[in-house]
């Protein structure tokens, strides 16, 4: 198959809130059929519960990394179709490196990078047998530079942003299509447990739709192409940091 068909099956890992949920409403919207992954769907974030028949979601958590590529393959005998995969799921935490406990060194790597990682290796021999996938990486501005008390973090991205580019390179022959989008700060739950958050302003972040609008560009990319990466940052950089160091 050389072209994108105009309707795909898109698995959305890390769904039920932030910029996945909006993944979920944008790609539904469009007329694509979504699963969307995550350990819990409150009933009021259900990504638009008025096209429930378009949208599945499972309850799965990612970080259960043991039991997680039996579930993924049951995931997969379930819904066969599935041909387009959105990792999206993460977390933040930030700290300066002495900070962190070994166990939440391996807990951020493993949600962050690892589950997505375990997810590709999944799906991925389908779609090249099939000639036709598309995965797409939510990434970060943390995976384009190092940045203070953002060694974890920083680390995660780097790794899904150079296993995206390395799977670009292994897919190139085969049809199926890779795709990074790093966004600065998105106005999300991400920074509920955090000590520092976009400022009030609406120009001081990005809003979930935004980064949804760039997935369905790398979706909707023309049948001899495909959208690389992009990166997308707020109009205004400002940060609010809610306690003194
Ligand atoms: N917000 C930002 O400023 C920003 C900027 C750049 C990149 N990003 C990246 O964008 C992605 C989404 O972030 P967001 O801002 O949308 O954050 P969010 O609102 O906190 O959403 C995180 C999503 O990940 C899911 N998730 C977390 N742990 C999971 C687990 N163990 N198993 C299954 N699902 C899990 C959550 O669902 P449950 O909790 O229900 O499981 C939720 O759906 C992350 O990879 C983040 O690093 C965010």
New binding site residues.
Partial sequence: MNGMPPSRSVLV??????????VCRRLTAAGHEVI???????PDRLPDASRESAFTPVT?????LDNLPRRLLALQREHPRIDTLV??????RFGCLEEFSCDQIRALM???FL?HAFAVRTFLPTMKSRGDGLLVF?????ALAGHQKGSI?CA??FA?RGFAQALREECARSGVRVTVI???????????DLDFA?GPEPEH??R?ED?AEAVALAVAAPPTGVVDEINLSPLKKVVIFRKED
Avoid: Q, W
């Fill in positions: 890992l890390g769904a039920s809130r932030g910029i996945g949920a909006a969307g992954v995550a350990r819990h769907f409150p799965l958590d990612l970080a259960d990792c999206c799921a993460g977390r933040g493993e949600i962050n589950a939510i990434g970060s501005e943390a973090y995660s991205k899904l790093n966004p600065g700060m998105v106005r999300t739950g991400f920074f509920a976009p972040a990005l979930a980064v």
